[in-house]
């Protein structure tokens, strides 16, 4: 044992040495400066038509400090043509104004509040770009519920929110207001208008930063930083210089109190980037602030510091620093760029100098020795299939391996098909963004396994079915069967391009590789070595990708422990003050992104019913054994097998999170929240295991890509080929079955480079949409068959397609969690399906030994 920590001390040891090395964050380069000498402070800014708009602002005429601010109405309008910029002139406002908010949104730039010399606001219009006539047109929104200036504005879907801000001309009118604007309810009468919202717990203030990001459950609004006054401007006792952080979540309409930010930012910039992180550019301090007038062109500005928070871990950091702070302006997105126009530089000092500021990917190499591991372990997998593609003499030894798998192999491929790709990269940074709650899931495995070796497993080894299809058949009709295989086979190949496509994303910070180069190297070595070898090579395969798949975990949760603040103790006491280990929402909502424990344990039975009975991946290793008994203990294996892997993965997500809370400066802003395992890998780990470790990524998702081209192929021959006597001998059968599998891997290696979307924010979530809308209608038929004796073939029909349908509908028109949508498929079919079969004539079928009330007489009868 003590030899052992001395190793897991070493490895720790030589982690540490490839720890990213600090660099700057941001890079800044200069645009062409807008075309007026002296710049604007508090301009409205977006972008609308692929055009960035800078409409109004203030100035002071030189020499500034011998002339009074001054108001303006122009707009201007950069255009871009690749990497060239350009000005041009977009007219006047109706009235000079400044000091109002702006948001981007699809209609325009919206312009809220503002002022002028005289007076404050609460105009809202847009400001639209027409690229063919080069013209800006100015639509009329509803007015805000008082004058607003000096505050800022964000947007969530299509409600733009409003915080902050001062309803006079002087800092003392500073607010907590809070207010939104549902854009999707331009076209009704009467509703289209701003809503008074609970404001922040906090002081009134103005000249704060306001934006939106995600937090790990939903979309929230952050109001940073800021000022108020309560006295005499000439009191510096007067001013409250704020630093507190507050977050709204939309779903739940309730403010939290965050981590301080490290500095008061005024009139700064910032904006969300990325899946997690908040850039703040710049913005004004206290330090110098009762000064400006003594010190006037000596000001040197208000610093040069940036910084990041990243609102999972509640953590700042720098980002470096800028070239210079512009305050009182708008930072933009425009594409994948971010634009920082004009703005103030010093008190009473503006610039016309516009910044494109762009996010560095932190820099490293993979490695020649993690290379070696890598690609050796791959090639070992493409040797597997070699092997027994020798072993394949006929379609039993492709799609059942001769019924001579141990058991023990068996199960480790169930669980290998069942969770491994999902295991590896989804449920770590679902722990890690969230919380355990969905563990529960998994512990239904178990469960559901019950069900699996006593009902479901002895139906399908009694009718030596090759294909799970084959049941509805006997059961219904071929129709029905027909309906089922298909159904199957579409499922499978979007899962494989699912897998692929999201896993080769993740993929992308632990190796130079692109996400569309991973999802070739999966695709194309499944393909190998699961055209040759079959089914024997896919499970053996998995039972080699299942002990790594362990020993690459254990590993990396105890380098995370060891490398958080206080080890264990820091690593338990971060977790439990930010209630990482919550298991259970007590709540009765079906659409929170923070799960209820009823979904969790009434969508996970769901799943896994339908896994365990109507998925033909998982019912084919169920005839891999040889006999009813082993086959039972390939199940249990895989339901014991899911208590380690869900407590060690769990606690990956976990130790992840108190890693980066402990060190936030080296999570790169870039990566999104699926790819902080692999990022973690790759950064973090020591050479050559970094490389088995991403092996196992790698072989984690091609034990379910490799399982769904071989099933595939399967259900193709047996349900599709064989009962139609398409290829006349066995032996076709099996050239059959081999180009089958061929196909199906292309087709899912195609539809994983189509699916690759650095947009998705959860792995974990999208693979559970997949699952629900066609495995809910397929496990809705096992169940109807098996648990009725009045279900016929015409009502089996209908429950099927009505199920079908319910699944797109919830999929495409509700908020409903995607955990549920499992179970609604099941519960709609076999509801839907037995009523109709009730209002159809009973059939005459023999049902022996087809039903669960028909399987003791057959039993007997064999007894005897």
């Not at 790990?216 to 007067?238: K, W």
């Not at 001579?404 to 940074?429: D, E, R, V, Y």
């Not at 994303?505 to 190796?511: E, Q």
């Not at 009045?790 to 509908?809: D, E, I, K």
């Amino acid at each position: 044992m003590k030899r052992f920590l001395k190793i897991l001390l070493f490895l720790a040891a030589v982690a540490s040495a490839h720890q990213a090395i600090a660099q700057e964050m941001l890079s800044w380069t200069e645009l062409p400066p807008m075309p007026d000498e002296l710049g604007f402070a508090g301009p409205f800014a977006g972008v609308h038509n692929d055009a960035m708009i800078v409409a109004g602002g203030a100035n002071f005429p030189k020499p500034v400090w011998d002339n009074d601010k001054v108001w303006h109405d122009r707009i201007f309008v950069m255009t871009r043509d690749g990497d060239d910029y350009a000005w041009k002139d977009g007219g006047r406002l109706p009235r000079a104004i400044a000091y109002g908010a702006s948001v981007s949104t699809p209609d325009g730039v919206v312009c809220i509040g503002g002022n002028d010399s005289q007076a404050t606001f609460d105009d809202v219009f847009v400001l639209s770009w027409d690229a063919t006539s080069e013209r800006v047109t100015r639509t009329e929104y509803p007015s805000l519920p008082k004058p607003c200036a000096f505050a800022a504005a964000t947007m969530i879907g299509e409600v733009i929110y409003l915080a902050g801000g001062q309803s006079g001309q002087s800092l003392e009118t500073a607010m907590t207001n809070f207010w939104a604007l549902d854009l999707s309810k331009k076209t009704s009468d009467g509703e289209f208008g701003w809503q008074e919202l609970p404001g922040w717990p906090g002081p009134p203030r103005a000249l704060n930063l306001t934006v939106s990001q995600h937090n790990g459950y939903n979309d929230c609004v952050y109001v940073i930083s800021g000022r108020n006054q309560d006295g005499p401007a000439d009191e510096p006792s007067s001013y409250q210089f704020l630093r507190d952080v507050w977050e709204f979540n939309p779903s739940s309409g309730a403010w939290r109190q965050r981590s301080d930010a490290p500095r008061c930012w005024m009139a700064g910039t910032s904006i969300k980037y990325g899946q997690s992180h908040l850039l703040v550019l710049g913005g004004a301090t206290e330090e110098l602030f009762f000064q400006s007038d003594a010190m006037k062109d000596d000001h040197p500005g208000f610093g040069n510091e940036t910084a990041a928070y990243h609102t999972i871990t509640d953590t700042w950091v720098s980002a470096g620093n800028n070239p210079v702070t512009q305050v009182t302006t708008t930072a933009v997105q425009w594409g994948e760029e971010i634009i920082v126009p004009t703005g103030e530089v010093r008190p009473r000092t503006r610039t016309p100098n516009v910044y494109r500021v762009t996010v560095r990917r932190t820099d490293h190499s993979f490695g020649l020795v993690n290379y070696v591991v890598l690609f050796s372990y791959l090639a070992s997998m493409v040797g597997v299939g070699v092997y027994f593609a020798r072993k394949n003499k006929n379609t039993d030894d492709f799609f059942r391996g001769g019924s001579h798998i141990p058991w023990w192999a068996a199960g480790c491929s169930i669980f290998a098909t069942m969770l491994s790709s999902l295991t590896f990269t989804g449920i770590p940074s679902k722990a890690y963004a969230q919380d355990w709650v969905y563990s529960i899931g998994n512990f239904m495995i178990p469960v559901v396994a019950i069900v699996a070796v006593f009902v479901a497993m002895p139906f399908f080894r009694r009718i030596d079915a090759t294909s799970a299809y084959e049941y509805l058949e006997k059961r219904f009709s071929r129709p029905v069967r027909l309906f089922g295989s298909a159904s199957f086979t579409l499922f499978h190949l979007f899962r494989m391009a699912v897998v692929m496509s999201l896993t080769g994303l993740a993929m992308a910070v632990a190796t130079p590789l692109t996400p569309t180069q991973s999802v070739l190297l999966m695709g194309v070595l499944s393909i190998l070595y699961c055209t040759m070898g079959g089914v024997e090579a896919v499970i053996w395969t998995d039972t080699i990708q299942t002990l790594v798949l362990f020993g690459g975990a254990l590993l990396a949760i105890v380098l995370l422990v060891m490398g958080t603040d206080g080890g264990l103790g820091g690593f338990l006491t971060a977790a439990d003050k930010a209630d990482k280990f919550q298991i259970a929402n007590l709540h009765l909502s079906p659409t929170s992104a923070q799960i209820a424990l009823w979904v969790i344990v009434v969508g996970a039975i769901g799943q896994n019913l339908s896994s365990y009975t109507a998925d033909q991946a998982v019912v084919q290793r169920y005839m891999t054994t040889a006999d009813q008994k082993l086959a039972a203990r390939s199940i249990w294996t895989n339901a014991v097998l899911t208590i380690p892997s869900t407590l060690l993965f769990f606690g990956i997500g976990t130790a992840l999170f108190a890693f980066y809370q402990s060190n936030p400066g080296r999570l790169d802003p870039t990566i999104s929240t699926d790819q902080v395992f692999p990022y973690f890998i790759a950064h973090e780990m020591p050479v050559g295991l970094a490389g088995l470790v991403v092996a196992g990524v790698f072989a984690a998702a091609q034990s379910t890509v490799s399982t769904s081209m071989n099933s595939t192929a399967t259900a193709l021959v047996t349900d599709f080929l064989r009962p139609f006597n398409v290829c006349h001998c066995d032996s076709g059968y099996l050239t059959a079955a081999r180009g089958l599998t061929f196909v199906t891997g292309v087709i899912g290696t195609l539809l994983g480079l189509v699916f690759v979307n650095p947009e998705i924010k959860s792995l974990f979530d999208t693979f559970l949409v997949v699952i629900g809308l066609f495995m809910g209608v397929l496990g809705g038929l096992f169940v109807l068959g098996g648990t009725t004796t009045r279900a016929s073939s015409s009502g089996a029909m209908t429950g099927a397609l009505v199920g079908a349908a319910v699944m797109f509908s919830l999929w495409k028109f509700t908020a409903i969690n995607g955990y549920l949508y499992t179970t609604c498929g099941i519960t709609t079919c076999f509801i839907v399906g037995y009523l109709a079969s009730l209002a159809s004539p009973k059939s005459d079928r023999d049902l022996s030994g087809l039903t669960i009330h028909t399987l003791r007489a057959t039993e007997m009868r064999t007894t005897e």
